[in-house]
């Protein structure tokens, strides 16, 4: 959304919020993007936060992505931790 319609963060994180809220609309882990949401505002990248929700029943996570993903989890503190490979 942000890409196409020039929507902030702050802007579509409320919207998806909401969303996940309503109990007729169907989501296959509601607690991962629930997680993913707050770690988006706390500053992740929507679309690294529902990455890194996704992986935590990991130890560790090898991303071969930009080294700000991994940057950010750390500043965060969150787990699991995000390692780029050397």
């Given at each position: 959304?942000?890409?196409?319609?020039?929507?902030?963060?702050?802007?579509?994180?409320p919207?998806?919020?909401?969303?996940?809220?309503?109990?007729?609309?169907?989501?296959?882990?509601?607690?991962?993007?629930?997680?993913?949401?707050?770690?988006?505002?706390?500053?992740l990248?929507?679309?690294?936060?529902?990455?890194?929700?996704?992986y935590?029943?990991?130890?560790?996570?090898?991303?071969f992505?930009?080294?700000?993903?991994a940057?950010?989890?750390?500043?965060?503190?969150?787990?699991?931790?995000?390692?780029?490979p050397?």
């Amino acid at each position: 959304m942000r890409g196409y319609y020039g929507f902030s963060a702050a802007e579509i994180i409320p919207i998806l919020e909401h969303l996940l809220a309503l109990p007729q609309v169907m989501i296959e882990d509601r607690e991962a993007v629930r997680q993913a949401l707050a770690h988006a505002a706390a500053g992740l990248d929507l679309a690294d936060a529902l990455h890194h929700a996704s992986y935590r029943d990991c130890e560790r996570v090898a991303s071969f992505d930009d080294r700000k993903f991994a940057r950010r989890v750390r500043r965060l503190g969150l787990l699991p931790v995000v390692t780029i490979p050397t």
